[in-house]
């Protein structure tokens, strides 16, 4: 059975950083388009990053660029999310998610189109 696990979260002050883990299971995140998303309290789940197979392609929503980093590493099939000037409205459960196919265009920020996810990690930024 795939399995993906979240790790990392915790409780920073703004400005500060974090990375966080998705470690993953029965299958190679190497070949596989993969995606962070996010989930506030009361909130719709947000697409956050995505890190296209063999790593070919990296993918940001508007409200990261420039402070988040996606990457993979594919000796430890991890990938990672590293946070830096973290910001209050960053604040969410963060979840990691294989998208379900690796052939034709992809939808990173479309929830639907990813088959796996982790329990996810909670971040918390305090002003």
């Known amino acids: 059975q795939v399995q993906l696990v979240e790790s990392g979260g915790g409780l920073v002050q703004a400005g500060g950083s974090l990375r966080l883990s998705c470690a993953g299971s029965k299958f190679s995140l190497s070949v596989a388009n993969m995606g962070w998303f996010r989930q506030a309290p009361g909130k719709e789940r947000e697409f956050v990053a995505g890190?296209?197979?063999?790593?070919?392609?990296?993918y940001y929503a508007d409200s990261v660029k420039g402070r988040f980093t996606i990457s993979k590493d594919s000796g430890s099939n991890t990938m990672y999310l590293q946070m830096n000037n973290l910001k209050p409205e960053d604040t969410a459960v963060y979840l990691c998610?294989?998208?379900?196919?690796?052939?034709?265009?992809?939808?990173?920020?479309?929830?639907?189109?990813?088959?796996?996810w982790g329990q996810g990690t909670q971040v918390t930024v305090s002003s």
């Open positions: 890190i296209s197979w063999g790593d070919r392609g990296t």
């Open positions: 998610a294989r998208y379900s196919t690796v052939f034709g265009v992809v939808n990173w920020p479309e929830p639907s189109k990813y088959d796996y």
